[in-house]
C-alpha cells in the first residue's frame, strides 16, 4: 500500500505536494497555450485582413452625421443654461452685454469638444451595444 493512499483515506481531501505543483503548472501551460494560439490568430489576421472601404464609409456616417443632431441639441440647452445663469450674474455689475460672448467662447474653447466627445461616445457605445 503507498503512502498517498494511506493518506487518502484518512484525509481524502489532501493531496500530496506534487501532486500540487503537476496541478499548477498544468494549469499554467495552458494559460501559455491560449496566449500563444491568441497571438498565433492576431499575427495571422494583420496579414490576411481585407480592408472593406465601404464598411469604413458607412460608420463614418452612423457616427459623424447621425450624432449631429444630438450633439447640436446638447449645445443648444447647455448655452441657453450658461446664459440665463450668466446674464443673472453679470447683470448685477451691469455687463449683460457680454453674456453672448462669454457664452460663446466658453461653449467653442472648452464645453464644446467634451460635450461633443461625451455625446458622441454615447451615441456610438448605445448604437454599438444595440448591433450585438
Same mark, same amino acid.
Given at each position: 500500500?503507498?503512502?498517498?493512499?494511506?493518506?487518502?483515506?484518512?484525509?481524502?481531501?489532501?493531496?500530496?505536494?506534487?501532486?500540487?505543483?503537476?496541478?499548477?503548472?498544468?494549469?499554467?501551460?495552458?494559460?501559455?497555450?491560449?496566449?500563444?494560439?491568441?497571438?498565433?490568430?492576431?499575427?495571422?489576421?494583420?496579414?490576411?485582413?481585407?480592408?472593406?472601404?465601404?464598411?469604413?464609409?458607412?460608420?463614418?456616417?452612423?457616427?459623424?452625421?447621425?450624432?449631429?443632431?444630438?450633439?447640436?441639441?446638447?449645445?443648444?440647452?447647455?448655452?441657453?443654461?450658461?446664459?440665463?445663469?450668466?446674464?443673472?450674474? %453679470? #447683470?448685477?455689475?451691469?455687463?449683460? +452685454?457680454? /453674456?453672448?460672448?462669454? *457664452? $460663446?467662447?466658453? &461653449?467653442?474653447? =472648452? %464645453? #464644446?469638444?467634451?460635450?461633443?466627445? +461625451?455625446? /458622441?461616445?454615447?451615441? *456610438? $457605445?448605445?448604437? &454599438?451595444?444595440? =448591433? %450585438?
Amino acid at each position: 500500500m503507498s503512502t498517498s493512499g494511506a493518506i487518502d483515506t484518512i484525509m481524502p481531501g489532501s493531496s500530496s505536494f506534487v501532486e500540487r505543483a503537476g496541478r499548477r503548472v498544468t494549469s499554467a501551460m495552458n494559460i501559455v497555450g491560449g496566449v500563444a494560439c491568441l497571438a498565433k490568430e492576431a499575427a495571422r489576421c494583420l496579414f490576411v485582413f481585407r480592408f472593406e472601404f465601404r464598411e469604413l464609409m458607412h460608420q463614418i456616417l452612423m457616427v459623424g452625421n447621425r450624432s449631429l443632431s444630438i450633439v447640436s441639441l446638447i449645445a443648444l440647452f447647455t448655452g441657453l443654461v450658461m446664459a440665463l445663469q450668466l446674464s443673472v450674474g %453679470l #447683470g448685477r455689475f451691469g455687463l449683460k +452685454l457680454y /453674456v453672448g460672448q462669454m *457664452v $460663446g467662447l466658453a &461653449i467653442f474653447r =472648452e %464645453l #464644446g469638444p467634451v460635450l461633443t466627445s +461625451l455625446m /458622441v461616445a454615447a451615441r *456610438v $457605445g448605445s448604437s &454599438i451595444a444595440a =448591433e %450585438l
